[in-house]
């Protein structure tokens, strides 16, 4: 009976074009015209590390209460799994090759269509907390204070509505809520709706936990995954990367400071880059030295131990374990973090009322290794980095606790929210509005294979060949096009979930890989890839 009744509140929603009325809400059914939204994004966040998709490393109670009131996406993945293009793609509704933005070095366009101008253009408060990653904040906004490029753990400078502050005190997942929380009071009793981008920096590298969290966390143990020691047998280009545990920086990512370590042997990722360590290394001390006394005190304790154990473990059958371990700390501790303060902001919602009106989304700019592979770090097309969390809220017209398996992007995320705002998309977007999947069933037109694609180059950070490929419900084909890595590689994601067998010259896959380049031709095709 809740589905059918709002189901025939979506039918009439649907069919609202043009542009969004001036009335006030109109709450047929309970669905609005011009619902709220709150789009939360953090950075990095690994599905595996939400407890609503599993429990087995966190719990998160307050991304967890999303889920139970709304819908889990199991199927969720990016167009490109590198943090400022996957925004890009985000806010465009378009994969990389055509908003442009391919890398982290190369430009945006900032007057390119964005989904929170069209929504500020149709009347909509709009406003960014936090880290976008973008070299120009998003147009169409009324309000924001943005993190500079990646922002700091702490103590941050935000620019505030194009004005550059002085740095803030404090622990930024915090300061980035209060933000949000000022907007939201500000606005609780508008008749004007608003969007809201609450964006966190964490938990991106280098996992910085607040202060109150510190207490005990040495003390934390986490299950190493199945191929923490995988030997990339058959998969060269997993091979050549440089993105292992093994060659964390032992200073910026483990946190060992100088007087325990003098020289960090870690690559983390800059072996292509003459003194990559020795800068990373002093930007951590930098960091450290740029706390507060209070911070630091609440610091010192963590980083003694932690270069005592170093010492102790150094060079020894240990090691990898407790790298494994002080990675898993940090980073989990940084999600816990996110998860308390996404609670302070749902708490608000419920206690104001605005809960009932407004959508609630919560996702990442894309996943990340949590030791598969021995790894960390992303941009491969493999599982753990080609997803990423999708959790949407919106009571009135999606029944809590549902889940749904269809494959769907980052870049559905723009023509949805047109969708439920009643603003027509344009007709150029890439992804799909994902409102027809909120009654829980697939539609039989739903798309069967997801297109990827990664551009930076091999010779960059982390060393990870170009490629793109093509994904359905079961088989996976990834083309790798970097000179001296080219080939493909298959996969039977039913059968080697963690992708360890590289099956692309198996007879009895013959079938599955041809149909798999006739849907990668198709795709390239289809979204006018050109390259
Ligand atoms: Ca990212």
Redesign the pocket.
């Known amino acids: 009976m809740y589905r059918c009744l709002y189901l025939l509140s979506l039918a009439g929603l649907l069919c609202t074009c043009g542009p969004a009325p001036d009335s006030d809400t109109d709450r047929r059914g309970g669905v609005s015209d011009r619902p709220n939204i709150i789009f939360i994004m953090s950075?990095?966040h690994a599905q595996r590390a939400i407890s609503a998709y599993t429990d087995e490393l966190i719990q998160t109670p307050n991304l967890d209460r999303i889920a139970d009131g709304g819908m889990l996406f199991r199927n969720s993945f990016v167009t490109n799994s590198?943090?400022a293009p996957?925004r890009a793609a985000i806010l465009t509704g378009k994969y990389s090759h055509i908003n442009g933005k391919i890398d982290n070095l190369s430009p945006f366009d900032p007057d390119q269509w964005t989904f929170p101008e069209a929504l500020h253009e149709a009347g909509y408060r709009t406003s960014l907390f936090g880290k976008h990653h973008l070299t120009y904040v998003p147009k169409g906004l009324d309000e924001y204070r943005a993190l500079i490029d990646q922002g700091d753990y702490y103590n941050p400078t935000f620019i505030h509505n194009g004005d550059t502050l002085a740095p803030t005190m404090g622990y930024t997942t915090r300061l980035i809520t209060d933000y949000a929380l000022e907007e939201l009071r500000r606005n609780a009793d508008g008749e004007q709706p608003f969007m809201m981008l609450y964006w966190h920096k964490a938990p991106?590298r280098n996992w910085m936990p607040d202060t109150s969290d510190l207490p005990g966390l040495l003390d934390k143990t986490y299950p190493e995954p199945a191929n923490l020691r995988d030997d990339y047998a058959g998969r060269p280009r997993a091979e050549h990367a440089d993105m292992r545990i093994a060659d964390m920086f032992v200073s910026q990512d483990l946190k060992v400071i100088e007087e325990y370590e003098p020289n960090d042997p870690g690559t983390g990722g800059a072996t292509f880059w003459e003194g990559g360590t020795e800068r990373m290394a002093q930007y951590f001390y930098n960091e450290i030295d740029r706390l507060t006394p209070e911070q630091r005190a609440a610091w010192k304790p963590f980083l003694d131990r932690v270069g005592r154990e170093w010492q102790r473990v150094k060079g020894t059958d240990e090691e990898l374990s407790w790298r494994y371990q002080r990675y898993m700390q940090d980073y989990l501790a940084s999600v816990k973090s996110v998860d308390d303060n996404v609670g302070r902001v749902l708490d608000y919602l419920d206690e104001s009322g605005l809960a009932e009106n407004t959508i609630v989304i919560y996702t990442?700019?894309?996943g990340f290794y949590l030791g598969e592979h021995g790894w960390y770090d992303?941009r491969f097309m493999y599982e753990e980095s080609h997803r990423t969390p999708l959790l949407i809220k919106y009571p009135p017209l999606i029944e809590p606790g549902t889940s749904t398996d269809a494959l769907v992007l980052n870049i559905d995320l723009a023509p949805t929210l047109l969708d439920l705002a009643g603003v027509p998309a344009p007709e150029d977007l890439q992804g799909y509005s994902l409102v027809p999947l909120f009654e829980g069933e697939t539609p039989a037109d739903w798309r069967d294979y997801i297109y990827y694609r990664y551009y930076q180059q091999m010779n960059s950070f982390h060393r990870v060949a170009r490629h793109e490929g093509v994904r359905g419900n079961r088989y996976k084909l990834i083309h790798f096009t970097e000179p001296g890595f080219e080939g493909y590689e298959l996969y039977d994601l039913q059968e080697d979930p963690m992708e360890m067998e590289n099956r692309i010259d198996d007879p009895s896959l013959t079938a599955e890989k041809e149909r798999l380049q006739t849907e990668l031709r198709e795709k390239r095709r289809e979204l006018r890839v050109t390259d």
């Open positions: 950075d990095d590198i943090c996957s991106h990442s700019d894309q992303k």
